[in-house]
């Protein structure tokens, strides 16, 4: 099996055995038959992507072709044990209201996303004076998918306005777990636990 | 089970039944004609019941007795293809209200010793699926490994979860919908009162004379329309002329579209009857899966076990893909474990017969996961 990105191997050791599962925007599936074959997870995902979502159900997977712009209204309330949004909160046209789905969907949710306030952005914003075009976000500022950027501090302060709670928090430097202190800016990666008040 | 008569190529058989139709009317005796292919393992596990569209029949992959063509879905059922004899007992049966040997308006009537024509009752898509049950009882089957069906072999197949949910274990559904549109009712009856307006049509007994073939040519033309897309139609067409330099000036088929539209409906009516034609339209627009559950389709799908696969085209205008997205909106409101795909074709509805690598490699994939469960 493919080695998962170290913040899917982040959510794929945290997860509980036998957890309902919603995974969205789920790619290819790679998370979801983790979950399945280590943690006999029932998964579910969405993709948006067709050729994606033609891929993992030919593995065999529970996906469906979405958007979780708009498509997350359809679920019920605390319909699964965790929701994941690995990677994609900063494609979304509003975050806001996916996370809010993502946390009323799942009774716990998973969220991942790229440090927008790590150092060599930062740099490359004072001193390049142009958009940051990293190993991490590798996009042209007119073709990123990335729409929505956000940093550390930013989406702690979100989550603190919309009552959500943080049950737990991991930060990345390339594949390397590192500690809370300065996560905002040292941290390439987030992945946090959340869940609603 | 080689020696099991049961099973096998152009099969006939009629019980007892009754169907009890949602008429209120009960329907019997009830004459089958179906076929199957690859061998029912030991646990009977391996069962996969296809189910056909409007004026498709049991011959999905073999040589229809009449045109001499392969079978309708050789493509998806076949060795090695996703539904495999090798590996699946497949069974493939003509519905209730057609003509190709089940029970249909020109069947015999035992009580009159004449074809029923309009004195066959009114049925619908549901009925269609009561009266397979029937058969696939006195087949031994109890679970089907899955129910797969495009167009109207969808509806039966999302019939067949909703009515005997724990009867089927994986139920893929292939350009179809939930329910009928107003839109889908304007064109079947169009196509039933082309039919109804040949005078040979005599209110349904033509039987034993000349059939309302220039009415049922018709209804096929315009429902053949709606099977295809406009780009479809241009690049295959455009606005050339049919075996000409110039315009005729006159009412001859003038343009490549009316010259394939014309042979479209000539040949059907080779191989299909007028009334059944009218009884199956109407089954199809009497169909709403969620009007017993008042418009609430999750409801039709409570507490199901069944895994779903639906797969929609993207150039489907007839089965547009938001109707796939309303019975997956459904799926997930009721917890189903739920796939759903939209594909790229160029050709409309009918692109579910044609061929489409990405179809068969979910459909394999789907239910290759089902068997390893």
Not at chain 2, 173 to 187: D, L, P, V
């Amino acid at each position: 099996m493919t080695a998962l990105r170290s913040d899917l191997a982040i959510i794929a050791r945290e997860v509980r055995p036998h957890a309902r599962i919603l995974d969205v925007g789920c790619g290819d599936g790679l998370l979801m038959a983790a979950l399945r074959d280590t943690k006999d997870a029932d998964a579910r995902g969405m993709e948006l992507d067709a050729r994606d979502v033609a891929t993992a159900v030919a593995r065999g997977l529970s996906v469906v072709q979405g958007d979780a712009d708009t498509d997350l209204a359809d679920y019920p309330d605390g319909s699964f044990d965790y929701a994941i949004l690995s990677q994609t909160l900063q494609t979304t046209k509003r975050p806001d209201l996916v996370l809010d789905h993502l946390v009323r969907i799942g009774r716990q949710a998973f969220v991942s996303f790229p440090n927008f306030a790590q150092w060599r952005m930062r740099l490359a914003h004072m001193f390049g004076g142009r958009m940051p075009v990293t190993e991490q976000l590798p996009h042209s500022w007119y073709d990123t998918p990335n729409i929505h950027h956000v940093t550390i501090d930013d989406f702690r302060s979100f989550l603190n306005e919309r009552n959500i709670l943080i049950e737990g928090q991991w930060f990345l430097s390339g594949d390397k777990p590192r500690n809370e202190r300065f996560a905002n800016l040292l941290a390439e990666h987030a992945v946090f636990l959340l869940r609603r008040d | 089970m080689h020696e099991d008569t049961r099973f096998g190529l152009d099969k006939k058989t009629q019980l007892l039944g009754p169907v009890l139709l949602d008429s209120g009317a009960q329907f019997a005796p009830v004459e089958f004609a179906y076929e199957t292919y690859g061998a029912l393992n030991a646990d009977k596990s391996n069962a996969i019941l296809i189910c056909h569209a409007l004026t498709g029949d049991q011959y999905v992959a073999s040589t229809h007795p009449v045109t001499g063509k392969a079978g309708w879905w050789a493509r998806m059922v076949g060795p090695g293809k996703p539904i495999d004899p090798a590996r699946h007992c497949i069974i493939s049966i003509n519905v209730m209200g057609s003509c190709m040997g089940s029970s249909g308006p020109a069947s015999i009537d035992p009580t009159t010793g004449a074809p029923y024509a309009m004195a066959f009752p009114v049925i619908t898509i549901a009925d269609m699926v009561r009266a397979q049950a029937l058969l696939l009882n006195h087949l031994g089957i109890d679970i089907l490994e899955a129910v797969v069906g495009g167009s109207m072999g969808g509806m039966l197949a999302l019939s067949w979860a909703a009515l005997y949910p724990e009867r089927v274990r994986s139920a893929v559904i292939i350009a179809s919908t939930a329910r009928h549109s107003a839109q889908n009712i304007a064109f079947h009856e169009v196509g039933r009162q082309a039919i109804m307006a040949d005078p040979r049509w005599n209110n349904g007994a033509y039987y034993g004379h000349e059939a309302p073939s220039a009415g049922l040519a018709v209804a096929r033309m315009a429902a053949h329309i709606t099977y295809l897309s406009e780009a479809g139609l241009t690049e295959k067409f455009g606005r050339r002329l049919q075996n000409r330099d110039a315009k005729s000036f006159g009412f001859d088929a003038d343009f490549q579209v009316e010259s394939y539209l014309r042979h479209q409906g000539l040949s059907f009516v080779d191989r299909f009857d007028a009334n059944s034609y009218l009884y199956i339209t109407r089954a199809m627009d009497y169909f709403d899966l969620a009007e017993p559950h008042d418009g609430a389709l999750a409801k039709a799908f409570a507490g199901t076990k069944t895994r779903f696969c639906l797969i929609s085209f993207d150039s489907d205008w007839l089965y547009p893909t938001a109707e796939s997205r309303r019975i997956v909106h459904a799926l997930n409101a009721a917890g189903a474990a739920a796939s759903f795909v939209e594909l790229s074709s160029p050709f409309g509805h009918d692109a579910f017969l044609l061929e489409a690598p990405e179809m068969n490699r979910i459909v394999d994939g789907f239910l290759r996961a089902g068997e390893s469960q």
